[in-house]
């Protein structure tokens, strides 16, 4: 199994296919357009094809301490150059807890604009390629959260989103610039946290759910969790819709309540009412 990936020709032409997720052996500096190859460490991907590879050189730079220099992408500075230095970017992130209904809502929108679509949970999967961040650590799903009380759930997923976030600022920045526009989503976009980042050509949106809605649909997931396990991961679900409604509310950013028989072009639709123009 190895990472294939041929360099972008142009910038309207720019293509990666990422048979794997790959660990920081993955290269050894070639350039021009030949192809890199690594072992394999997630299959996560496998098959897909992914339009402006930006995104992942970045976060291969934030989370190596360099890594992508060696493929002699990057300038002085950790910036990938692109040709003639335009500024054209524009990041709409869209947060909120697992089950809200999230991912389907921002890539209907990115679709609608066809603007890339990246989610946290993605980037998190390249970085634990370079460096030991996975929450769980090695442990199945099922026991993890059947083993792990709450305030342990909510440390660990506290400590890895909080690992994320120079890896997804470096991707706001590039993506806000020169980079292309990109719909970032994800549950790793706390409100407080990533404050800073916007205004121009930044927007940022929650979604909010009420918690009987968390459990319900946690509910219509057979086999996903069971017992003691369900329990503990809908609690540390309440906790995080909880924080960023609250966070929501004292910086005074937008979020949109969602409710049990939204669909998923209705979320959309109203989030669509909620963008400043431009967007």
Known sequence: HVL???????????????????????????????????????????????????????????????????????DTEGVIRKEGGETMGKVLMIGGSPMTGKSTAAAAMGSVRRWPCLSTDDVGEVLQAALPLDPMRGM??????????????????????????????????IHSTWGGPLVLEGWALYPAHVRPWLGGSVFGIWLIAGEGLLESRLRRRPGFLDSA???NYLRRSKWHNRRLLEECRALALPFLQVREGDTPAEIAGRLEALLPSGF
């Open 4 to 74: 294939h990936m041929t360099r972008p020709m142009s910038e309207t032409e720019e293509n990666i296919q990422l048979n794997h997720i790959f660990d920081t052996d993955f290269l050894a500096g070639q350039q021009g357009g030949e192809s890199f190859a690594g072992d394999a460490v997630h299959p996560r991907l496998e098959g897909q094809g992914i339009h402006n590879p930006a995104p992942f050189y970045v976060v291969l730079e934030a989370a190596g301490g360099g890594l992508a220099n060696r493929t002699g992408m990057w």
């Open 140 to 173: 199945d799903y099922r026991d993890y959260y059947a083993c792990v009380p709450e305030d342990g759930l909510i440390e660990d997923i506290r400590r890895y989103h909080r690992a994320m976030e120079p890896a997804l600022e470096r991707l706001v920045a």
């Open 229 to 231: 396990a369900a329990e």
